[in-house]
């Protein structure tokens, strides 16, 4: 177990689960163990129930209908059945998919794979702060497109796209919107018609629930995302995404999904303040330091920040006090600097000294301030020497 002592900023990787989370699936652990599918007796009434009520409830956070929500194992599942869903359920069959170089690599493996199958991929890119341009994506969308998938928040670097404006230009044209929004749910308010979104993935690890559950919104109707399942083998989810359902996840999700948006206005002011004070006290004590990604339209817990002349992997080693990541969480192990930070323009030598940092729940001032002294101590330190 790590020490409790360990400061977690890692919040954009995954979240503890919240104790009411916890404590609301339980039950369904135990006694309430029933198979949903189970259509013949008591324990499947009651797990199918708790399902249809967290299914009720997600619809409700999201805008969305009930029918509209399938559930899935992440968000990785969920844009893969977005993207190659759609592309293979498109009526007309139409052969171009436009996404953005900052994506998750659970958006760009999908449309590689499409694109090695003979797809047309566009893949944007993006401003110096990361948003897309939007007369690059306009100019982008053709006869041919079916799909554009954006994500609302970057993983690495918490910037927001314009996804209203994505939504409404695609909408005009008749595309299918998909967005990842595994970041962004639970951290913004999102409705499905607001963008308006057609296809929307969203995690529970990413928002203080359980690991290994999340959802994919297909719109129902004006106009029906019409998807193709990934797997077949019965006809659960309306044999979208067959399989027996984890109905403590679920649950879970579902709770999870309630606590964030109950406590969103005051969680996320206080989170914009402890992210102001990480970053005055780093940027006031050192210089050769840069904000990576867009001043005000980023995520409220998140800091991306490169330090000249430093290495951002030898800085986490001299850092076991504190959980943050360089680069992408799922990028590393691999030595490439971050796709996101190349994205930006950032040099190699500046996206290699980059740490994200992802401030939570949890997070305290006292974190902030042993966390900010840490880093800028050794810092100078790795100058220095
Ligand atoms: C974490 C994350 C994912 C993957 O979600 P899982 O539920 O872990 O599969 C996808 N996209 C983004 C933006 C993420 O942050």
């Known amino acids: 177990m790590p020490r409790r002592s360990v400061v977690y900023l890692d919040h954009h990787a995954t979240t503890p689960v919240d104790p009411r ?18 259509v013949s007796h008591a324990y499947g009434w009651h797990a199918e129930a708790a399902v249809e009520d967290a ?25 893969n059945l977005a993207i190659l869903g759609a592309a293979e359920g ?37 401003d110096e702060h990361g948003i897309v341009d939007l007369d690059e994506l306009e100019a982008t969308v053709g006869e041919q497109t079916l799909l554009v998938s954006i994500m609302v928040a970057n993983n690495e670097i918490g910037v927001l796209q314009p996804v209203e404006e994505i ?6 044209r008749g595309v299918l919107f998909h967005s990842d929004a595994a970041q962004a ?77 109950d406590e969103l206005e005051s ?18 004590r050192l210089s050769g330091v840069h904000l990576n990604g867009h001043p005000e339209r980023r995520l409220p817990g998140n800091l991306n920040v490169s330090f000249e002349g430093v290495d951002g992997e030898r ?4 850092l076991p006090e504190v959980a943050v990541s360089s680069g992408s969480a799922c990028a590393s192990g691999r030595p490439e600097p971050s796709h996101v930070l190349a994205a930006l323009g950032l040099s190699l030598e500046l996206a290699r000294a980059s740490l994200r940092f ?15 002294a840490r880093v800028v101590e050794e810092v100078r330190k790795q100058r220095e020497a």
């Open 358 to 372: 992802g401030l939570g729940r949890g997070t305290t001032e006292d974190e902030i301030d042993r966390a900010a």
């Open 185 to 261: 749910a639970g951290r913004l308010r999102l409705q499905v018609d607001a963008a308006p979104f057609d296809l929307l993935s969203i995690s529970a690890h990413k928002m203080y629930g359980p690991k290994g559950v999340g959802a994919l919104f297909v719109r129902s109707r004006r106009p029906r995302a019409r998807l193709s399942p990934r797997q077949y083998g019965g006809g659960h989810e309306r044999a979208l995404r067959p399989g027996t359902l984890p109905v403590p996840l679920i649950v879970g999700m579902a709770r999870a999904l309630e606590i964030a948006m």
């Open 90 to 126: 498109d009526r007309r069959r139409r052969q171009h998919v436009i996404t953005l170089a900052t994506e998750h690599p659970a958006v760009l493996d999908p449309c590689r794979h499409l694109a090695a199958r003979g797809f047309d991929v566009s893949v944007l890119d993006v």
């Open 167 to 172: 939504g409404r230009l695609c909408r005009e």
């Open 21 to 38: 989370v916890l404590e609301a699936m339980l039950p369904f652990f135990r006694e309430g163990f029933g198979n949903a599918a189970s």
């Open 267 to 284: 969680e996320s002011r206080r989170l914009q303040e402890l992210r102001e004070r990480l970053w005055k006290q780093i940027a006031c």
């Open 315 to 318: 800085l986490l080693l001299a």
């Open 55 to 79: 299914r009720e409830r997600l619809a409700a956070a999201l805008g969305a209908r009930p029918r509209e929500i399938v559930f899935t194992s992440g968000a990785t599942e969920s844009n």
